[in-house]
């Protein structure tokens, strides 16, 4: 028997895996698997347990290809001794043995999610990465209310964000990355409880909602997705709880706000490929965890505070592909440093002179009071002949 008598400890989030560099995985780690506990001694059959079958057979139907043959022992009654099903004690009822965990990443299975999930009431870590699950999340798992931990990444789901999730009072841990969904992220989700985001690599179009800095994550992860809009000029409000914040290649137009700098909790802040102008504020001089800053494939320009190349974590700092000018002489002390596509012109690898010249020919950027780009007064009319 699989029995799993430690999933419903919160001990279980302190083995998340959280990224610790900015560099995005090519495909999502493996998120980990429960360990079997020692056997115990419950009777296999209870009414909760016959739910669970019934999630099972309808779950089966929609298997349309599992190479593996993971599924094969998917027979009978007891569903504790399927592969990838863990049993536990029911956290309402020691006596009675339930359904805790589903684990079954990385086997290249093919189907869809039924409407039956929802009868594994139990449920409190479903682990489906890197398979070929599409289709849509179904609406009836807001049925599980005790779900801590979900991980669909590397997948093919699609649809729109599954406004389920923000039904769920103990969910912490979202995984969603690699998939295909789209549409808006609805912002009620940054009021939510979940400590872990990860959103990236979807087809998501939206912009930062005001209430982003209500989350009280410790990681966000929004990259590779239709995000545009503006940072928030109010980050610092998310200092007691965040990070890593990663917004890579997101159509953010903005200046970096000053108020970043109070995130000093923040270990990662990845900005890069976005439309960021403007310069670099020195606040981010305070930010005392940070260890890896990303800043490059933007149009930031004037000169990296000497205080943030001082900073004392700070192992790797990428500047590349933007228009910056000056940079002190502490930064090229910094472990992993990438300055090269700049204007710094006693350093190798930077812009040509003509764009440099070019560039500071632009009119400065300037941001409004919201933090985003302030529209330009438009062009005099042309004259009259
Ligand atoms: C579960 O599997 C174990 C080991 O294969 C077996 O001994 C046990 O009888 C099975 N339990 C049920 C209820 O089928
Ligand atoms: C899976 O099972 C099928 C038949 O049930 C068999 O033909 C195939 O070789 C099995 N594949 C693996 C990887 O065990
Ligand atoms: C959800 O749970 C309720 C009460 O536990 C149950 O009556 C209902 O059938 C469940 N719905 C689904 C879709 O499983
Ligand atoms: C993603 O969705 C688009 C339509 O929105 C579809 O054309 C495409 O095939 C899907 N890709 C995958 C990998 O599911
Ligand atoms: C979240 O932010 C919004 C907009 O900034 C604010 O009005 C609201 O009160 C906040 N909600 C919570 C729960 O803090
Ligand atoms: C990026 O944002 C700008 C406006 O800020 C918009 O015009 C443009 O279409 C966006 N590009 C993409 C690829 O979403
Ligand atoms: C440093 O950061 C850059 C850009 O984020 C990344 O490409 C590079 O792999 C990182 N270097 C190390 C040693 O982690
Ligand atoms: C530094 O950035 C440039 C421009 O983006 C890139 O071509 C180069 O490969 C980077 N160098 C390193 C060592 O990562």
Redesign the pocket.
Known sequence: MTALTSLYLPLLLLSLPFLSLSQLPPLPSPSPSPLPSPSIHLSPFNSRLADAFIAFEAWKHVITSDPQNITHNWCGPFVCNYTGVYCAPAPDDPYILTVAGIDLNHHNIMGMLPYHLSLLRDLTLLHLNSNRF?GEIPASLSNLTLLFEIDLSNN?F?GKFPLVFLSLPKLKYLDIRFN?F?GDIPSQVFDTSIDAFFINNN?FSFSLPPNFVNSTASVLVLANNGLSGCLPKNLGAMKKTLNELLLINSNISSCIPEDVGTLDQLTVLDLSYNNLVGTVPESIGKMKNLQVLDLSHNTLTGEIPEIVCELPSLKNLTYSDNYFLYEPEPCLKVKQLNDSENCIYWRPHQRPEEECIDFLHRPPAHCDANGCIAQLPPPPPPPHW
Do not use: A, E
């Open positions: 599409h093919h699609s295909n789209s087809k």
